[in-house]
């Protein structure tokens, strides 16, 4: 079965453009999970959807970030206007049930933003 | 207070040798579940290992295992018989609550080991 994609790789933008980052989670996942890690730090959860639903959005930074999953399948995610802060590596997650023992979370490649 | 600890930031191991990377963690939830990625510089996330809190023997996948250590909430991934290719960032994440009574699902992580294996 095809993995989670997401796309562009990577994103060079400047302060104050919008970017949209998209994630195809694996075919039948229900669960999508966006994460990000700034350089040097921890992977942050940022947000978690059941199907189309915002089950869990405690770890999006501000109102400029707004992740969308229509029809429950794939999920966007955008940066309106990026930040210097903003550069990273977000990560998409998906999961069939929650997180199951033999195969965790599939994670995608990331997307690598560079806000200059 | 960091829930996922790992105190390494870099390693290095000789080609053939058995490694242990450490990872400790914190939470007072009495289920939780314990993973470890792979991360090769190609970027993506390789899910290796996972540890249920409940689970009375400690987890194998192949050359990966997981010594975990309950009572001192540390959950170190051993590799034994290093390769090359084992040469990558390694993530120590957890998450709270149980498999099928949700907790929020997130995972939380630490900061990553980089693991070096030399010939």
């Known amino acids: 079965e095809a993995g989670v994609t997401q796309f562009p790789s990577h994103s060079v933008i400047e302060k104050g453009q919008t970017v949209t980052l998209r994630c195809d989670p694996i075919?039948?996942?229900?669960?999508l999970y966006w994460y990000r890690r700034v350089m040097g730090k921890e992977i942050k959860f940022l947000l978690h959807?059941?199907?189309?639903?915002?089950?869990?959005e405690s770890g999006m930074p501000n109102n400029r970030f707004l992740a969308e999953r229509t029809g429950g399948t794939y999920s966007t995610l955008k940066v309106q206007p990026a930040e210097l802060e903003d550069s990273g590596v977000y990560f998409c997650?998906?999961?069939?049930?929650?997180?199951?023992?033999?195969?965790?979370?599939?994670f995608g490649s990331g997307t690598r933003l560079t806000v200059v | 207070a960091q829930k996922i600890t790992q105190t390494q930031p870099g390693m290095f191991v000789q080609e053939k040798e058995a490694v242990t990377l450490d990872c400790t963690y914190d939470?007072?939830?009495?289920?939780?579940?314990l993973f470890w990625y792979k991360q090769p510089s190609s970027g993506e996330m390789i899910f290796l290992i996972y540890?249920?809190?409940?689970?009375?023997q400690n987890a194998t996948e192949g050359r990966y295992s997981l010594n975990f250590q309950k009572a001192r909430k540390s959950a170190n991934l051993v590799i034994s018989a290093s390769q090359l290719g084992d040469s990558a960032m390694y993530f120590c994440?957890?998450?709270?609550?149980?498999?099928?009574?949700?907790?929020?699902?997130?995972?939380?992580f630490g900061t990553g080991t980089q693991l070096k294996v030399e010939l």
């Open positions: 959807f059941v199907k189309e639903s915002k089950q869990d």
């Open positions: 939470t007072s939830d009495p289920s939780y579940g």
């Open positions: 994440a957890m998450r709270e609550g149980g498999a099928l009574t949700g907790g929020g699902n997130k995972l939380t």
């Open positions: 540890q249920g809190s409940y689970d009375q």
């Open positions: 075919s039948g996942h229900d669960n």
């Open positions: 997650a998906s999961s069939q049930d929650y997180g199951h023992r033999t195969t965790g979370y599939t």
